[in-house]
């Protein structure tokens, strides 16, 4: 990616509204401001957290000519398209709440991808304050026996605990909707007033609030970038070997199997399926793994 020039000025993607992007340049005076912005031709795969290049076409509008590296890039994927969550960040925050009650194949899905994408992970559970704590703790016992931070949450009540976990990260909240991404944000930052929607009770589901990414700065050095509300989150950018090492508690046994192509599916002396067996691994987690494989071969 050449470097800007003097037609061309370079910005970060705050905002990722299909087609068009929210940019903020850096003016001389040190002031930020937001731009709107198209690509060229029909190609938009670009993310909030994107450092890009483009050209000004008016005092508010540009084209934007390219990007520059990414350190990281989330996003998920299924057998006809990908779309992209956000780029350059350093955390994912994965929100669950304890209303409406959470997926956790999709809470599996979103520890995959960030262990793929090398993203540190966080399991928030939110909205402690309303609904049956000790069970969903229960339920996330196992991801804290992996060794994933699961942070206990009442953003309405008190955001303070999330604060420090924040400091010196780009973070993306991700998550079912309802969970309270929005609020979140809104406790994080109450300056915005970012909407949110009262959650359906009847559906067990939460109400779409968010239905762009958008990246806000929490200080110089914390950003945070709130993404639309997630129903499924497909893998199928990831090969095997990506997948099974995203798999944290298997890697102790990789390259152990009697057989070099080992697929961790039924082979004989899987190292994997042995420490199933031997209670070292869990059969739910590896449950998932083969689903994802069968998956990624349809």
């Known amino acids: ?51 890009v290049n483009l050209k000004l076409t008016d005092t508010h509008e540009a084209v934007i000519e390219g990007y520059l590296p990414r350190k990281t890039l989330l996003y998920r994927s299924n057998a006809y398209r990908s779309k992209f969550l956000a780029a350059n960040v350093t955390q994912m925050v994965i929100v669950l709440a304890t209303s409406p009650s959470f997926y956790e194949e999709l ?20 909205k402690c304050d309303i609904a049956d704590k000790e069970s969903a703790m229960q339920r996330l016992a196992l991801y804290s026996s992996l060794g994933y931070q699961v942070l206990p949450l009442s953003a309405k009540e008190d955001i303070s605990p999330l604060k420090p976990l924040l400091q010196g990260h780009t973070s993306v909240l991700v998550g079912q909707s309802g969970m309270g991404k929005s609020t979140i944000t809104n406790a994080l930052l109450p300056e915005l007033g970012i909407r949110t929607q009262e959650v359906s009770t009847v559906l067990d589901s939460g109400k779409h609030t968010t239905t762009a990414a958008h990246l806000y700065h929490l200080d110089a050095n914390s950003h945070l970038i709130d993404s639309p509300g997630l129903q499924e989150f497909g893998l199928n950018h990831l090969d095997i070997e990506a997948l099974e090492h995203a798999f944290i508690e ?28 031997e209670g070292k691994v869990s059969s739910e987690r590896w449950t998932y793994f083969k689903n994802l494989v069968g998956e990624i071969d349809r």
């Open 250 to 277: 298997f890697r102790p046994y990789l390259g152990k199997c009697r057989f070099n192509n080992c697929r961790h599916l039924k082979e004989p002396d899987c190292a994997i399926s042995n420490a199933v067996n």
């Open 1 to 51: 990616m050449k470097a800007a020039t003097r037609e061309t000025q370079t910005g970060l993607v705050v905002a990722a509204y299909g087609k068009r992007y929210g940019v903020e340049l850096q003016d001389e005076s040190a002031s930020k401001r937001e731009i709107s912005c198209v690509t060229r031709g029909k190609k938009t795969d670009l993310a909030c957290g994107d450092i």
């Open 107 to 126: 809470l599996n899905r979103c520890l995959i991808a960030a262990e793929a994408a090398g993203v540190k992970p966080l399991i928030l559970l939110n």
